[in-house]
């Protein structure tokens, strides 16, 4: 199964590296995203590639792209990948890449939570609330809220951990407007998807959003959405509060670093064990065709 670690796109002016995607000029207006096999985790991408991880991500986020577009537009164009790059560099975008709409990304995260888990139980333990929402007392590990809630975290720079923040300070950086229309659409994607998935036996603990505006200043939904990278998927039949419940996503990952004890969650990375990385991939691909009924294409 061929990886991609790195994209070496010579035809496009290129935008920048981020821990998973690649970005390149396409024109003033549009932008070749090309999804890479790499994988970060608490923050530190690891050295060796997930076989596959890319084109899962690129396929499950344009499913829900389609699924959710009646809610809010999203960066998509319909451009082919394959149509604005060389000949030769075809095999490095196909089933990995879109050309996006080029817009001014909203350095806020739009995190939705729907059951207590991650940070939002450290939290939750700490102060019995999460990111200043207080919640009932006595709830166990992974409980389902009684609603969702809505948890921004300031976005940091590459290597950087994001930064929970209170819905006040969105307020105060982006301003009440845009901060309350992130904040319902984001709950509005987050509650559909969750009622489909639950029709495909997954539950959607928790996922993040990010938005951008174009030149008239609307609003869409762009980067990923609802991916094994950018959410907790579990199975429902495993479920059960008071335990992390198995995921499809880089938990198994997370799960195994969280073994090194010399390891201080810093750049640089350790070495992943090839079981790790094979297991990884499956969940992924696993993931993919749970929720959207489809094999990965080749």
Partial sequence: MNSLYESTIASLPLLGHGKVRDNYAVG???????????????????NEPIPSKGKVLNQMSDFW???????????????APESVVAASEVEQVRGRAVVAKRLKPILVE???????????????????????????????????LPQPIFTPA????????????????????????LATQMRDISIALYQAAADYAATRGIIIADTKFEFGLDEQG??????????????RFWPVDSYAEGISPPSYDKQF?????????????????????EDVI?????KYREALQRLTGHELKD
Wanted: charged content about 25%; some cysteine.
């Fill in 28 to 46: 003033d207006d549009k932008i070749l995203i090309v999804t890479t096999d790499r994988l970060s985790a608490f923050d530190v991408v690891m």
């Fill in 110 to 144: 739009a995190v939705v939570r729907g059951y207590l888990i991650g940070s939002g139980w450290k939290d939750y333990q700490t102060t019995g609330a999460v990111c200043g929402i207080a919640l009932p007392a006595g709830l166990k590990l992974a409980a389902k």
């Fill in 154 to 177: 300031a976005k940091a720079d590459l290597g950087e951990h994001d930064e929970n923040i209170s819905f006040a300070d969105m307020e105060q950086r982006i301003g009440t407007a």
């Fill in 253 to 273: 990952v997370r799960d195994y670093l969280e073994t090194l004890s010399d390891w201080n969650k810093t750049a640089p990375a350790p070495a992943l064990p």
């Fill in 218 to 231: 609307k609003l869409h939904l762009m980067d990923e959405v609802l991916t094994a990278d950018s959410s």
């Fill in 65 to 79: 792209f389609e699924k959710l577009g009646h809610i809010v537009p999203n960066h998509l164009t319909g451009v």
């Fill in 278 to 282: 094979q297991k990884t991939g499956a």
